[in-house]
């Protein structure tokens, strides 16, 4: 925990420092138990910035290859994504995601934050699409509010196509609480959608992004 807490605040450090961040709402922010923080997700570092910014920690997936990639960037990168608590899932395996959503339940349950995107992946053309219904099983099954989070700029941080990083202004609009009757794991697909389809309405008035009533096609988890 002590490692935990030094990378976020060397992390919140770096971050306002250099991007100045406007940050709203991060009072609705349960100060204690479970809870899911749903951002949108416009910029591979949307999870660093939750994960610093938030007054509590949070557990993001990361991609498996952050934590299996060779040299001395490889051990960087997998030491780095370890003390924030992200959690790896394999790409485009569909029992290694299920697998993941378990493990995200299993922090739910020890009263700890989790964080995942409804969109399932960064949207490349700043559109809000239609939320997958993980998150609403998430939010049935443990009963844990779910924080709806509106991230606006932060795909400035790093243009498509670039390597670079360009610190950017960049806002945070942390939502009131959503809170859903716990049903456990036995609720309908309908009950599910539902939920998740109020999350989603509750990220877009926090974003004021243009919506799609689509899926984002990109199978990428970051």
Not at 11 to 24: D, E, K, M, Q, Y
Not at 126 to 134: N, S
């Amino acid at each position: 925990m002590e490692m935990f807490e030094a990378v976020r605040w060397t992390t919140r450090t770096l971050i306002a420092g250099t991007c100045r961040p406007s940050v709203v709402g991060i009072e609705n922010v349960p100060t204690d138990g479970p809870f899911i923080v749903a951002p949108n997700h416009l910029s591979f570092f949307d999870s660093v910035i939750v994960q610093a910014l938030m007054p509590r920690p949070v557990a993001f997936f990361a991609k498996a290859e952050y934590f299996t990639t060779g040299g001395v960037k490889g051990k960087a990168m997998k030491a780095f994504f370890e003390s924030v608590g992200s959690i790896p899932v394999e790409r485009g395996e569909q029992a290694a995601s299920v697998q993941a959503l378990k493990t995200l339940m299993d922090i739910l349950e020890s009263g700890r934050g989790i964080g995942i995107y409804p969109e399932g992946t960064r949207s490349r053309d700043g559109i809000l699409y239609r939320g997958r219904t993980g998150v609403g099983w998430l939010a049935l099954t443990t009963g844990a509010p779910v924080i709806p989070v509106g991230l606006i700029g932060t795909e400035n941080l790093q243009r498509a196509g670039e390597k670079g990083v360009r610190p950017q202004h960049f806002t945070m609009k942390v939502g009131e609480p959503l809170y859903f009757d716990k049903t456990g794991p036995d609720h309908s697909l309908p009950a599910r959608r539902e939920v998740t389809d109020r999350i989603m309405d509750a990220i877009a008035e926090l974003s004021g992004q243009e919506r799609s009533t689509s899926y984002n096609q990109s199978k990428v988890i970051e």
